[in-house]
């Protein structure tokens, strides 16, 4: 069901079914309700106590490594974000249940420990979070990513850290503990630096702003930083990628990439009513260009093609992002992790993979 009004605070602005659900709540005669079902309800938050928390990688367009997620759900409300279709394997919806039923992995510094103590662990980057934001708002309460950190550290393992909130400075002290080993990438994505766009595409996330002083704060105790202008939606915020490329170097970043957005599953129809009601005057321009970067469909599951995108448009973005990465940051990388430092609680070193 839609609701009635644009709900404020939120990306997505109602619930599509649930294909794994036999049964769900529908409002077929609104007018025979006191209230309507999807009203903008306070966020709610589940805890949750897995006996596994990492995942291995297993995707050819990420790379060797494994994924960490702390959190199931977010309260960031990225409207186009490609996780929601998760967040249906728990029973919820893809649309504002994603945004206000958070799942909380109490445990997990504690299985994470456990994980690392496996005589066949291979190390390779434990990505932090490769599904949800690990520093949405309650982290600033549960402090769960913080653990997590402080454990990775008392193991010497290296950690990609994946954030659009400027909370991760609450952190800086034991980052800066982790790069001294070389055992830290932390990668932010800077979508738009139209602030009005932003609080309707990414409505709880920090501004651009406080992202490049994240940037700007990392950088200057030389920890790597990788901006990502990520995702590139045609017709929204693909002509603003130079600016944001050029600010990200000003700001000290060691590196920048791009995805093409994708509306994979249950986020096609969540976005297409989320333009129709933030932008209604270009709303079919924008659906038309990101179908035309993937072969006529909102979605694209193919490895290789399915983050970047093909045809005239994904080119044109392709090389628009090419030049203003080599005007504004020529020559600049991301230093190496050191695999070498990891050791258990007994000090033995296993299971590297140099």
Known sequence: MKAEEFIKGRGAQYNPANPYLKHEYV??????????????????????????????????????????????????????????NTHQYWGYGAGLDFERKIIVKENAPEVLAQQLESKSWQVMPIMLAGNTDCYQPIE??????????????????????????????RDLDLLQELNKLDLVHVNTSITSLDEKLRQKLEPRTASAAKRLEVVRQLSAAEIPVNVMVAPIIPGLNDSEIPQIIKQAADAGASNAAYTIVRLNGSIGPIFEDWINEAFPDRAQKVLKQIADCHGGKLSDSRFGTRMRGEGLFADTISKLFRISKQKYMAGRTMKPYNYSHFCTKSGKQLGLNL
């Open 27 to 84: 409002a077929e005669h609104i007018e025979g309700l006191d209230e309507p079902m999807l009203n903008n309800s306070k966020t709610e938050f589940f805890a949750e106590h897995p006996k596994k928390i990492v995942n291995k990688i297993d995707s050819p367009d990420l790379g060797l490594g494994y994924s960490l997620n702390p959190y199931q759900g977010c309260e960031h409300g990225c409207v186009y974000c490609y996780a929601r």
């Open 140 to 169: 600033a309460k549960k402090k769960i990513t913080r653990r997590i950190l402080e454990v990775l550290l008392q193991y010497r393992h290296p950690v990609s850290i994946i954030t659009k909130n400027a909370l991760i400075l």
